[in-house]
């Protein structure tokens, strides 16, 4: 017996074979593309053979969430294949009859077919999610798509746009020449949406449950990171790029010369959650070891949780600042941290799994890289709806600490669409898709009451180090003192009976601490701490007090190293938890970044900055209102230098006798001035 196949049992084969041939490519070309970016981010085989030797059970881990996402990506991959290829079968008939059936006229049909194809569909995913780096992939360039999608150029645009109308003809054409195709797109398309529909709804946050008991004073800390204030209003920008903030701003008390010790996160973080500088507290570098912290840090949450408060901590990037439940938190709302966070947010890349990524189904399928900015599928109001959601589930029945830490502003400043094509400024796209996040978490605050009965700090851990200048292209933070504005933040206070305001006085993050335990009526911890209460500030009874000092350091400056000796020394300055699976420095690291750290004190009108490994000493006359230094250098006498250099070497632990005579053989001092005098 023969088995004669009919019309559309063949049509079914061909779009089978299609379907697998083009979902098969966009996942091989997109694969290669991971590899690539796996080797290149983290020095290849030999880094990752290093590491993995010693740490087999935690790769095993991560290795099994990458298998999941691999295959979800294959899988989404084969379905947008197919779905072409159903399309591109059913409109080849109408195409061969007006070119013929010849084998030159078939082999032209599919040409052009797979070129629309991949041309509007990477062009489709580039547009959405820019940030990708599958523009620089073979199929990318080969189809001639949208391959630099930021700023948007009108000479980019003609084949995109070609290839997009092109795709809707063959669309148009393959539903009007097959009514089984109209019948399985319709269902398709009515299943899917039900699904995601349902499903969003199904995880969207209830109603805004009010905090209402009586006596309850709650704290609320938003921060923002690598916020600066001249990109705002209330810094005199005229861009308008962040009204939520800036309202907030407006009607708070607002310090306009804050600074932080160290223009780091981790760092930064540590000295508001202790009211500590970083040399007692222990964090002087992101990722900084557990054996480093100071036993007796007086951690702000565990300190509220031991007097009943219930204590939360969200952020939507964990990969150098691991905050956690050992600082005294009960629930935390973060994407997944250590090596799951290094390897897998940061090169996993696949276009149909980022796309899908932009709905709250397709994001929780892949929970390794969920509410994750690293990643570059990351959607920002998902990560705000989940937060949100979480919010929710905070305890009404007792004092609250709420800490929130959004990253979306940081290097290297992407953004999704629609903020992506806002302008052609990436800061200025990170800020506006921010202050979005923040206008609906300060919404939430609104409803839930808080903005009436909490105390609410709204701050950036740091800066972003741009002066701004238009021509000035500086975003580094951290790595040396060239630009102060690195170490200026956004601090700004609300609370019940507290009026707006403004004050100039030189403050430090620090001194938030202090700040919200008086604000909250809770007693401090009887650990000593470097912060003083801006309560006296805010009052106007500022002017008894002694101006403040800041002592501040910066991190490794990474121009120290080019990109091949950073390359090879990843192995050697990083070392996995084997339990807990947290990347931290090694002790090696530790003393290296240490011995090329640059210091800075802050003190009346004098600034100076000391590079003990250069022997360099730079003494400038600092202007308190503006936070900046004056055009000229400071002609101070022999025994105020010393005296400044005397109050570094206490605070940083410097050896006092080797910064004389090294700030002698220099001239920073005179000769005969003695260090003992």
């Not at 690293?374 to 937060?387: D, F, G, I, K, V």
């Not at 790595?479 to 305001?501: H, T």
């Not at 001194?511 to 209460?533: H, K, N, Q, R, W």
């Not at 996995?576 to 750290?597: I, Q, Y």
Request: a neutral charge; charged letters at 20%; glycine letters at 8%.
């Amino acid at each position: 017996m023969v088995l004669r196949l009919g019309p559309r049992s063949v049509r079914g084969r061909l779009v089978l074979r299609v379907g697998l041939l083009l979902g098969g490519a966009l996942f091989v070309n997109e694969l290669a593309c991971n590899l690539i970016a796996l080797y290149q981010q983290f020095g290849g085989a030999k880094v990752m053979r290093s590491v993995a030797a010693d740490y087999d059970g935690v790769f095993v881990a991560a290795a099994g969430a990458a298998a999941w996402m691999l295959l979800v990506a294959a899988a989404l991959s084969l379905l947008v294949g197919l779905a072409w290829a159903a399309v591109a079968v059913a409109a080849r008939p109408a195409a061969l009859r007006r070119w013929g059936r010849s084998r030159a006229a078939r082999l032209t049909y599919w040409s052009l077919a797979t070129l629309v194809f991949f041309n509007a569909w990477y062009s489709l995913q580039l547009l959405v999610l820019p940030a990708s780096r599958l523009n620089g992939s073979a199929l990318v360039m080969l189809s001639g798509a949208l391959d630099h999608p930021l700023p948007l150029r009108a000479g980019a645009l003609p084949m995109p746009l070609a290839c997009a109308g092109a795709a809707l003809l063959f669309v148009a054409e393959g539903l009007r020449r097959s009514q089984r195709l109209r019948l399985q797109a319709a269902g398709a398309t009515a299943g899917l949406a039900t699904l995601v529909a349902g499903y969003s709804a199904l995880t969207a946050p209830g109603p805004v449950r009010p905090f209402t008991r009586q006596g309850d004073r709650h704290v609320v800390v938003l921060g923002l990171d690598s916020l600066q204030m001249n990109r705002l209003a209330a810094g005199g920008s005229s861009r308008g790029l962040a009204p939520h903030i800036d309202a907030f701003l407006a009607q708070s008390f607002r310090f306009d010369n804050a600074w932080t010790p160290l223009a780091r996160t981790y760092p930064s973080w540590l000295s508001l959650l202790t009211g500590r500088d970083p040399p007692h507290h222990g964090v002087r570098f992101n990722l900084m070891p557990d054996d480093r912290l100071a036993p007796d840090n007086p951690y702000l949450p565990a300190h509220l949780q031991a007097q009943g408060w219930s204590t939360f901590h969200a952020t939507d990037e964990t990969r150098f600042s691991i905050l956690r439940e050992r600082f005294g938190y009960q629930r935390l709302l973060h994407p997944r941290m250590g090596v799951q966070d290094f390897v897998l947010a940061s090169t996993f890349d696949f276009s149909a799994a980022g796309l899908a990524r932009q709905f709250h189904l397709g994001h929780d399928l892949l929970p390794a890289i969920a509410n994750n900015r690293a990643s570059c599928s990351y959607n920002p109001e998902l990560w705000t709806r989940n937060l949100i959601a979480a919010l929710d589930e905070v305890p009404r029945d007792r004092p609250a600490f709420l800490s929130m830490h959004l990253c979306g502003n940081h290097w290297p400043f992407s953004a999704p669409a629609p903020w992506a094509h806002a302008g052609g400024d990436p800061v200025e796209s990170c800020i506006r898709m921010v202050d979005e996040q923040a206008g609906a978490v300060l919404g939430w605050l609104q409803e839930a009451g808080l903005m009436e009965r909490a105390v609410v700090a709204l701050l950036s851990d740091h800066g972003d180090g741009w002066s701004g200048d238009p021509r000035d292209r500086n975003n580094a933070h951290g790595d040396d003192f060239k630009s102060l504005y690195a170490n200026q933040i956004v601090l700004g206070l609300r609370a019940p009976g507290l009026a707006p305001g403004r004050s100039g006085e030189l403050v430090r993050i620090t001194d938030v601490y202090p700040t919200l335990l008086e604000l909250a009526g809770v007693a401090p911890p009887a650990a000593p701490i470097d912060g003083l209460s801006l309560v006296p500030l805010m009052r106007g009874e500022g002017d008894a007090e002694p101006p403040r000092q800041l002592f501040a350091e910066t991190d490794l400056d990474r121009k120290l190293y080019t990109v091949k000796q950073l390359i090879d020394q990843q192995a050697l300055w990083y070392q996995v938890d084997r339990n807990s699976g947290l990347v931290f420095l090694t002790p090696r690291a530790v003393e290296e970044f240490t011995a090329h750290k640059s210091y800075m004190l802050i003190e009346g009108a004098r600034r100076l900055e000391l590079t003990p490994y250069q022997n360099e000493f730079k003494l400038f006359e600092f202007d308190q209102s503006r936070g900046l230094d004056r055009a000229r250098l400071v002609g101070a006498g022999g025994p105020e230098r010393e005296a400044l250099l005397a109050e570094m070497a206490a605070h940083f632990g410097l050896d006092g006798d080797e910064l004389v005579r090294a700030g002698r053989e220099r001239g920073y001092l005179p000769k005969l001035v003695s260090w003992r005098q």
